[in-house]
């Protein structure tokens, strides 16, 4: 037991000294020396990225690197990815190419960054050393880099000869040595110069002094001035950098340089690197401390094989079970990823270990626990998320959730992340409505509304061919809304207004109500010949099915189909639903059984004279007001299309034609 944990111990030390030496891989692994990505020329930010094959989270958040680092690069963005405690990934490139691939199947790296096996994480620096990020998702790496770009350090170079008067050789050789490092945007337009001017001009008036310090190792200022003098006498003369905050005044540091008239850019070269060295600090690592040292080893180098004692290492295992709400998990113990989709069954050492599940889109849970033959692990994890239900009546309308459509009403139970919300249902036919929510992890939110109509207004009059005022019925959109004269309330969103008269021919107009407006509407009705005389008898008939209307040649629209209970109710005026024996008359040629009141064939109406000379080639189903005597849930129908009279259950629909007892 004691050789295994000296040699994981000393594989962590091996995984930090890559930090401070560059170690070349010597293994499947590989290094990590974050200070040198830091110094290459043209970095301002690195960042360490953290991620596994089998960690979902990691593999969506894919895209978003790659956008970022797309985006960031020629600013300075670097991105290292780590492949860590992987081994069936085998180290397999992200899906993208970042500017550097480090393989950690073992875990070392991440055991020295203190992850304690929760992937996704991200680490952020700056290129002073500092540590921006620790242990973050990408979208804290993107929020900080924005942040730190935004406020991108601007440098002002002021630079004098030896008699305080302005040097613009000098001034340009700087500014060029500054903008080869990448490291400091170099202040270049008028109207940069003058912004910073007026910053430094209410800088409190403090003269730019030496004697007051910033404080050591925090970031640029985002506005600076680099004053640069030569400095010196009788013939040993040196080049001074004095960079301050151009906010506060205070020196942010300083270096200096023998000068050389006669090789004035190695000058500038040594004055530029020093000044630049030492806005560094030791690099600062996750752990809040700086950078460690390695101890150098000493004595004889020994080369060769050098063999030493070993055992196998045993230890008594078990099968563990292990379930989670949702399925799906990883699960790890003691850091070592051991179920890559939960319900699993697993071996692992047993007694007392560090169990933990993470699922996407829910909160990491873990505890220390002791696993034994038969153990089973079943957690519920909890969502990172919670749930937004938006109901409305009426339904089918347009839901706004923080000013963005998020389909229409009703809206069950959509995931959303916790906050507030700004939930809106609109329709150009009713007021607007709803309320600011906020989704709480693991609860539903709902926002129910009922929403009011947009109303205008119609005035509807109906006169016959004389000009006389008739009684007819109104009807908005299909709906019955009362009768001539009068005056209803309409939506704004009404198409169409019919006006019928079971004497003349039906009229529509089509509507363009406003609201909190009275249209006026004035019918005059046809006195078209709406009914037919059936031939022999005294029976008139409406010429077309419930539904339609006559236009004086046809009928238009779609007749309805509807059960009988309402079809005895839907004739208008003395108009009534036809009795069996009424509708088989319109046929003849019906056999005897029909005759005698049984179920069976008549003419079709297209080969009756009589049906077709009132009707033409007419297809449909009609109920007769006529109960089926040996079963009343049944009532008797003839289908025109082939003549054949039955019966039928009450509640099936059907068409209907109207029918009065003459004159």
Not at 216 to 241: D, M, P, R, Y
Not at 301 to 323: H, L, T, Y
Not at 615 to 639: I, K, L
């Amino acid at each position: 037991m004691t050789s295994r944990v000296s040699s994981r111990r000393l594989a962590r030390l091996l995984v930090v000294a890559a930090f401070t030496l560059t170690v070349p891989p010597t293994s499947k692994a590989g290094s990590l020396n974050i200070k040198d990505w830091l110094d290459r020329p043209g970095t301002r930010l690195v960042v360490v990225e953290f991620y596994a094959m089998w960690c979902k989270p990691c593999m969506e958040a894919v895209p978003r690197w790659r956008a970022l680092h797309e985006k960031y690069r020629e600013r300075g963005l670097r991105l290292i990815v780590v492949s860590t405690m992987d081994r069936q990934g085998q180290c397999v490139n992200p899906g993208w190419n970042p500017d550097d691939m480090v393989c950690d199947p073992e875990g070392n790296i991440a055991d020295a960054f203190q992850l304690n096996g929760v992937l996704p994480a991200a680490f952020l620096w700056s290129w002073q050393g500092n540590l921006l990020v620790s242990k973050g998702h990408v979208e804290d790496v993107e929020a900080k880099v924005e942040e730190y770009l935004k406020k991108n350090p601007r440098v002002l170079v002021e630079a004098k000869n030896a008699a305080g008067k302005p040097f613009r050789k000098l001034h340009d050789m700087i500014r060029r040595r500054l903008s080869e490092s990448g490291k400091l945007t170099v202040v270049a337009t008028r109207e940069e110069r003058k912004a910073l001017a007026k910053i430094r001009k209410a800088s409190y008036k403090i003269n730019f002094a030496d004697k007051l310090q910033c404080k050591l190792g925090q970031e640029v200022s985002a506005n600076s001035l680099l004053k640069a003098a030569i400095t010196g006498s009788k013939g040993k003369w040196w080049l001074s950098l004095s960079l301050f905050s151009a906010e506060s005044a205070c020196l942010l540091v300083g270096s200096s340089a023998p000068w050389n008239p006669k090789r004035p850019g190695m000058a500038v070269a040594e004055a530029v690197d020093r000044l630049l060295s030492k806005l560094k600090q030791e690099l600062q690592m996750p752990s809040g401390k700086r950078k460690p040292t390695v101890s150098k080893p000493t004595g004889p180098k020994v080369i060769g094989e050098q063999p030493a004692d070993w055992s196998p290492e045993s230890s008594e295992e078990v099968i563990v079970s292990f379930f989670s709400q949702p399925e799906g998990a990883v699960v790890l113990v003691n850091a070592n990823m051991v179920c890559k989709n939960t319900p699993c069954s697993k071996s692992v050492p047993k007694g007392r270990h560090l169990v933990s599940m993470q699922a996407e889109r829910h909160e990491k849970k873990q505890e220390r626990m002791n696993l034994a033959e038969g153990t089973k692990v079943d957690w519920k994890l909890t969502p990172n998320f919670g749930w937004l239900t938006v109901r409305s009546e009426p339904t089918g309308m347009k839901v706004l959730v923080n000013d963005r459509d998020a389909g229409k009403t009703p809206l069950e139970r959509q995931e959303k992340a916790p906050g507030k919300y700004k939930v809106l249902v609109a329709s150009e036919c009713h007021y607007d409505s709803g309320e600011e929510v906020r989704v709480e992890k693991g609860q539903e939110r709902k926002v129910e509304v009922a929403l009011k109509e947009k109303q205008g207004a119609v005035k509807v009059k109906a006169n016959d061919e004389k000009g006389n005022d008739i009684v007819a019925d109104v009807y908005v959109d299909g709906k019955k809304v009362g009768r001539t004269p009068g005056t209803y309330k309409v939506s704004v969103c009404a198409k169409e207004l019919v006006v019928k008269h079971e004497k003349y021919r039906s009229e529509k107009k089509e509507l363009g109500v406003r609201e909190r407006q009275v249209t006026e509407l004035e019918f005059k009705l046809d006195s078209g010949p709406v009914t037919v005389l059936q031939p022999g008898t005294n029976l008139y008939w409406l010429r077309c099915p419930y539904g339609q209307s006559w236009t004086g040649s046809s009928c238009e629209g779609n007749a309805r189909e509807i059960n009988w209970h309402v079809a005895k109710n839907v004739c208008p005026g003395d108009y009534r639903l036809p009795t069996r024996q009424e509708l088989v008359s319109l046929l003849g040629g019906c056999d005897a059984d029909v005759r005698g009141g049984k179920a069976g064939p008549c003419n079709k109406c297209a080969e009756s004279s009589r049906c077709s000379s009132m009707f033409g080639q007419d297809e449909g189903y009609y109920w007769s007001s006529s109960s089926y005597a040996a079963d009343p849930s049944n009532a008797w129908y003839v289908y025109f299309d082939d003549g054949y009279v039955n019966n039928g259950v009450k509640d099936v629909a059907s068409s209907v034609r109207c029918v009065r007892s003459g004159p």
